[in-house]
């Protein structure tokens, strides 16, 4: 990963908004209903060179594909791994969302307004999770390379994501193992292939890993502290296996509450997180610090530091709300988090979460979206001149 040598560095979370016509055919697929493989390929070739032109155009350093030919941040993978069918359980609503159904009820009407794709009752493990054909990961990766060139040509460094095991065990239900425990280890071991893919292509991987906060007040929800925490180092332990052999300079780790805006009130605290996300095997992490709920915890990087040689990429823009930031906001954000941090060089300028996690889901407009990253890269300029 890329440190901010010589300047604060932009980057973002992963998702990107996609065109509506690509918006439209992924949802179609995700209904089941026919879509021909050729025109939602030719859509996504055509999106991925587009997003990262955009990218470039305003100013971002570290970008990636905007996730342009994926249903969604994970539900992806029932293409590439063998063993899910069927559908899931009966959705989960989060503990924050049960104690306010007034939220619950603004927010069905929000979803129900726009075309996207439904992460409601994903298809479940029902036998052996395997990882297949690696045809599709590589095709990502053609893509991307072929859109933003070597380094130094649309990017400073490039990235491509994938999930963590513990977001697919976790939202994917399981109909198959004997326990959770095997059924993360299982997908790890299946992912480990992905993972690899991506960075024997050259680029860094990003690791989404939501469940490790999100679960608190998901599958957690009600339960002790420590059980939820066990939980995280099942799933950090996973990680740390699927990538075996691959260098913890070329991953960074995702770690979100949840890209929704809702209450928030029963979300874990950073402090209760940070050292057991210290033990995964990275080299950045890229926390929310943007968001109402968060915005405070750079305090933890001071009182926990950073371990040697990690670096955070630290959300300073929110993409739950179509407020732009102002450039000063921005700075003051980065400023507070180098201080904390210790080293202006460790941090990279970030959103909080993808602005389209799954096709049509974003709450930002597109075109306001891309206004935010151009008011990313002002406030890391702001943010370079104070503390460089």
Request: net charge negative.
């Amino acid at each position: 990963m890329k440190r901010s040598d010589e300047r604060i560095l932009t980057t973002h979370a992963g998702s990107l908004p996609r065109p509506a016509a690509l918006v439209d055919l992924l949802a179609r697929a995700n209904r089941r209903e026919p879509v021909e493989a050729a025109t939602l390929e030719a859509e996504v070739a055509r999106a991925v060179p587009a997003v990262v032109a955009l990218q470039r155009d305003v100013g971002i350093d570290v970008g990636n594909d905007g996730e342009q030919g994926r249903e969604s941040f994970f539900t992806y993978v029932q293409h590439r791994m063998s063993g899910f069918g069927g559908a899931g359980e009966t959705p989960r609503v989060w503990q924050d969302i049960a104690d306010f159904p007034g939220y619950l009820e603004v927010r069905s009407r929000q979803r129900s307004a726009h075309t996207q794709v439904s992460l409601v009752r994903p298809p479940r493990a029902v036998d052996e999770v395997r990882y297949g054909d690696t045809a599709a990961v590589e095709a990502d990766c053609a893509r991307l390379a072929a859109a933003a060139g070597a380094p130094g040509g649309a990017f400073t460094e490039s990235f491509l994501t994938s999930p963590s095991p513990g977001i697919i065990a976790t939202a994917m239900a399981n109909a198959y193992y004997p326990s959770l425990e095997d059924y993360v280890a299982a997908v790890a071991d299946a992912l480990a292939v992905e993972y690899r893919c991506i960075v024997d292509a050259g680029f860094v991987l990003q690791i989404d890993a939501p469940d490790l906060a999100m679960e608190h007040h998901g599958l957690f929800a009600g339960r002790p502290l420590s059980q939820f925490l066990d939980f995280v180092d099942l799933v950090v332990g996973a990680v740390n296996r699927a990538l075996e052999g691959i260098p913890a300079e070329r991953v960074r780790l995702h770690v979100c509450w949840g890209n929704y805006g809702g209450p928030h009130v029963h979300d874990v605290a950073l402090a209760d997180l940070l050292g057991h996300l210290y033990e995964a095997r990275v080299g950045g992490l890229l926390l929310s610090m943007a968001n109402p709920r968060h915005e405070h915890e750079y305090r933890e990087l001071a009182r926990n530091p950073l371990p040697a040689g990690m670096v955070l990429a630290a959300g300073v823009i929110d993409v739950t709300t179509n407020y732009v930031e102002h450039p000063e906001v921005v700075a003051d954000r980065l400023e507070r988090v180098a201080e904390a941090v210790g080293d202006p060089h460790r941090v990279l300028a970030c959103t909080d979460c993808g602005f389209d996690t799954a096709a049509g889901f974003g709450l930002v407009a597109a075109d306001v979206a891309w206004e935010k990253l151009r008011s990313l890269r002002d406030g890391a300029a702001l943010a370079t001149a104070r503390l460089f």
